[in-house]
């Protein structure tokens, strides 16, 4: 059985379909949701869950990335996870952190990579006149947001759509794609999935 941690920074509504996903014959379970905000709403929907959570606080590091990943590290390592899936995880994480973990953190990214790395992706997309948009998991490496891609989900961009409209619609696929890539991944297959 394959051990899931999950790093998020805000609501975790990626978290929570994870967490809901891996029962029954799904080769993994989660050993811990932790973030970089005490204050995350999803924490407390781990909780509901019966997941150990735990927070590190980055603002209590200041400018010492180095010092807030040991502190994640510490937590991570409690647990010895198989996986670590970021998901909606908002720090960007030091290639020694990246290489610590190497081969076992995935990222769901809010673009159709390699478009669009970074922030704002939704907006890009309609200002770009893109006719496609949707979300990417990918294999987190030191290069933000350019790993190797294990599954994407595309979805149409509709006549009115703005990025808040757009991000609906993406995060619905996010919730499909996120949960079938990991028991792939679990399962020991690097095959690419693809929706939409
Ligand atoms: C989503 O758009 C996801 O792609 C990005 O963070 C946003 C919020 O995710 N990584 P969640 O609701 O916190 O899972």
């Excluded at 807030?68 to 030091?94: Q, S």
């Excluded at 949707?134 to 990025?163: C, S, Y």
């Amino acid at each position: 059985m394959k051990r899931v941690a999950i790093l998020i920074s805000g609501g975790g509504s990626n978290m929570v379909r994870l967490l809901d996903s891996m029962t029954g014959d799904h080769p993994a379970r989660p050993v811990l949701v932790l973030s970089n905000d005490p204050d995350a709403g999803g924490l407390a929907r781990a909780v509901e869950r019966g997941v150990p959570v735990a927070a590190v606080d980055h603002r209590a590091f200041g400018r010492d990335r180095a010092a807030f990943e040991t502190e994640l590290a510490a937590h991570l390592d409690a647990v010895a996870p198989d996986i670590i899936c970021l998901a909606g995880f908002m720090r960007i994480l030091t290639p020694a952190f990246v290489d610590r973990y190497a081969g076992r953190i995935l990222n769901i990214h809010p673009s159709l990579l390699p478009k669009y790395p970074g922030l704002h992706t939704h907006q890009r997309a309609l200002d770009a006149g893109d006719e496609w948009a949707g979300a990417t998991v990918h294999q987190v490496t030191a290069d933000l947001d350019a790993g190797p891609i294990l599954g994407q989900g595309r979805v149409p961009v509709m006549p009115g759509d703005d990025a808040a409209a757009l991000a609906a619609r993406v995060l619905k696929v996010e919730h499909q794609l996120y949960p079938a890539v990991l028991r792939r991944f679990a399962a020991g297959s690097r095959d690419r999935l693809d929706l939409g």
